[in-house]
């Protein structure tokens, strides 16, 4: 297909070239895009299959008539009653797809995209890897995921290059939209409850699906590791179950291999950005409807710049498995009989998930704006007095290098001046920032008229809002720096020269921010080393086998990576303050997000706390869940409210050793014990 190309800006020698898609589709015409031909190489490893085969596979499975009879007999219904279960179950699961929806839904995204976006980037190499991995393997696509667009984009990439139309793995909610619930159907979704719990037919009825769809072959199989989109757009920790039951027929022996495709996908713009800081803030989300989708038509009034869709390299399971687990426990009982998955086995599934969501960030391309974001948030009183444009273009370009010192991939036009990237950046983003007398400022939300005047506590939300949308676009690039960043803080904290003690410190920031940020488990000291490293290439720091030092050059740097994990440890602090007062014993998550975000926000009030992020909702789960990690929380077993006991001294002690007041090595855990 030919359509103009470029080079994104890293990595020299190995930069990938990338094409527009929406460029070929100017020239085509969108009912000539969705009326092209269509032939795409399949599966080679199996007989065809139909979308209508699959539930018969399923329904006829050794697997679920063994399941069926136990949930009968213990029950004491009749094995009819189960099996009709199970059949509406598939029902309401089962995807519909035929190739009329799926030029349709090419013909309306033709509309849409071309819009609101000015470009989708596609790199040709990880699209040819991925059309031979699918002839030869059953293949599983694990993109990121940001906004509502991640799987649509995807699915009119793979129509556009001929190349199989993947199952999507969607939320229910999607199928209550009449008409375009529909229409993703037929288009290649397969629709499942957000919680299962201990639905046990269920489990076994979607498990034994989606197995199918993988041991025949039938089509590439696409889902969100991370389970949820991100609101913070910041990767989540990775969710096990799926990973688990598409893994599983290679465990088992029943396929040769399977190829994994991590894909990163990356926004100027993300559509649902205001929303996004909303719902952190505790203002719930409106429901998918398809009359909530007309009301938002301004939306598709809105230009949201350009998108990158980066296919990573095909990664075959077998390879990656080998030394890693012990297929042959899979030999002592038949294969269709339900089996829990041995410890060893969970850890490999662990791994891999974890591993995936670092592939995915490797991936991802560094946009002018994140590197923007990030500055403007280490600006103080950027509503009253702004921050100078001239010092923020100077301070983007000084970042931009260091991006590319450590390696990060960058989405920066090469032949454009870099005044005019930026420039162009901003007016982007022109409902967050506003230049004025050459001053940056937020935008704040607007006050609706109708309203009695603003109480003090609605004037933090309006500030709140735009702040968090700012630390969304920031948290974009915040892999690219976390590891380096640590050990800035780690150096800062301890006042200290000594290897090890800087890396307990930093092993201690990494199991207590093992919510906030993606850390394979059993590697702190290979990222203990990626950190210096990285200082050691930009010239922040000299090290050898006992000491890391700070270089006369190196400040800059490490003050930078300081101030940009500081809302993190000011709002982990809060948190604690909160879980220390007298009279806060027991208590459950529930309680804990409303109580925590007024503290907050009382203290934002007073001065007292300068970051907004202290009031999302994700940072404050993932102070909860770190707590509960470390054990600092424990879970009243009888409780049905998800109540939790407060360990106040273990607490203060983190607080403390977060503060530099004591050393970590007072909480006796050994690295990556809990991370």
């Not at 009119?156 to 229409?183: C, Q």
């Not at 500081?566 to 303050?577: E, G, N, R």
Request: a negative charge; one cysteine or more; proline letters at 5%.
């Amino acid at each position: 297909m030919a359509s103009s190309s470029f080079k994104h800006s890293g990595r020299g020698d190995n930069e990938e070239e990338f094409v527009d898609v929406l460029e070929e589709l100017m020239r085509s015409g969108d009912l000539g895009h969705a009326f092209r031909t269509f032939s795409p190489s399949p599966y080679d490893g199996g007989p065809p299959c139909s979308a209508a085969d699959l539930p018969k596979a399923v329904l006829e499975s050794q697997y679920l008539r063994y399941v069926v009879q136990e949930i009968a007999t213990e029950k004491g219904l009749s094995l009819e009653e189960v099996r009709e279960e199970a059949s509406v179950l598939l029902e309401e699961m089962s995807l519909k797809l035929q190739m009329g929806f799926i030029r349709l839904m090419a013909y309306i995204l033709s509309k849409v995209l071309k819009r609101i976006l000015t470009g989708i980037h596609v790199n040709t190499e990880g699209l040819n890897a991925l059309k031979q991995a699918i002839q030869e393997s059953p293949v599983m696509l694990l993109p990121n995921h940001r906004s509502y667009l991640d799987f649509l984009v995807i699915s009119y990439v793979m129509f556009t290059y001929d190349i199989p139309a993947p199952v999507i793995v969607a939320g229910m909610d999607l199928s209550k939209m009449r008409v375009v619930g529909e229409i993703i159907r037929r288009s290649g979704a397969v629709f499942i409850r957000r919680t299962i719990g201990s639905d046990k037919l269920y489990w076994a009825v979607l498990s034994e699906y989606v197995k199918t769809i993988v041991k025949k072959g039938f089509a590439p199989l696409e889902f969100f590791v991370e389970g949820l989109r991100s609101r913070s757009l910041k990767s989540l920790m990775p969710k096990f179950g799926m990973m688990h039951m598409v893994l599983e027929p290679f465990f088992k022996g029943e396929v040769y291999d399977i190829k994994l495709v991590p894909i990163s996908l990356s926004y100027d713009r993300v559509m649902e950005e205001s929303l996004l800081a909303q719902e952190l803030l505790g203002i719930p989300k409106p429901k998918e409807s398809t009359m909530g989708l007309l009301k938002a038509r301004k939306v598709l009034q809105e230009n949201y710049g350009t998108m990158h869709v980066n296919f990573g390299r095909p990664l075959s399971v077998r390879h990656l498995c080998r030394d890693k687990i012990n297929r042959s426990q899979y030999n002592l009982i038949p294969r269709d009989l339900p089996q829990k998955p041995s410890g060893e086995v969970l850890a490999c599934v662990s791994w891999l998930a974890y591993l995936m969501v670092r592939t995915q960030e490797e991936g991802v391309l560094i946009s002018p704006w994140s590197l923007m974001a990030c500055l403007l948030l280490q600006t103080p009183v950027l509503t009253e007095d702004g921050l100078p444009w001239h010092q923020l273009a100077e301070k983007t370009l000084w970042l931009k290098k260091l991006v590319l010192d450590f390696g990060a991939h960058m989405n920066w036009p090469g032949k454009v001046p870099d005044q005019d990237v930026m420039s162009s950046a901003a007016a982007l983003h022109h409902s967050l920032v506003r230049l004025q007398a050459g001053r940056v400022y937020l935008v704040q939300e607007e006050e609706d008229e109708r309203e009695d005047p603003s109480r003090p506590e609605d004037d933090v939300i309006k500030v709140a809002v735009p702040m968090l949308m700012l630390a969304s676009y920031r948290n974009q690039c915040l892999h690219v720096f976390v590891r380096p960043a640590l050990l800035a803080i780690a150096i800062h904290v301890t006042k200290s020269v000594q290897r090890d003690e800087l890396f307990a410190f930093f092993c201690f920031l990494r199991d207590l921010f093992g919510n906030e940020f993606i850390f394979i488990p059993g590697e702190s000291s290979q990222d203990f080393e990626e950190a210096c490293a990285l200082l050691r290439k930009c010239g922040a720091v000299h090290t050898n086998e006992q000491e890391v030092t700070v270089s006369n050059v190196g400040l800059e740097v490490l003050s930078f990576l300081q101030d940009l994990l500081q809302p993190f440890i000011d709002s982990y602090q809060v948190m604690f303050v909160y879980l220390c007062k007298d009279g806060v014993h027991v208590i459950s998550e529930k309680q804990f997000l409303p109580a925590a975000r007024n503290l907050a926000r009382k203290l934002i009030l007073s001065g007292e706390l300068h970051t907004y992020e202290a009031l999302s909702s994700d940072m404050q789960k993932n102070v909860f869940s770190a707590l509960r990690r470390m054990e600092t929380l424990t879970k009243f077993t009888a409780s049905e409210l998800n109540e939790y006991s407060v360990n106040k001294a273990a607490v203060g002690q983190i607080s403390d050793i977060l503060s530099g007041k004591i050393p970590p090595q007072i909480l006796q855990t050994t690295p990556d014990a809990k991370v």
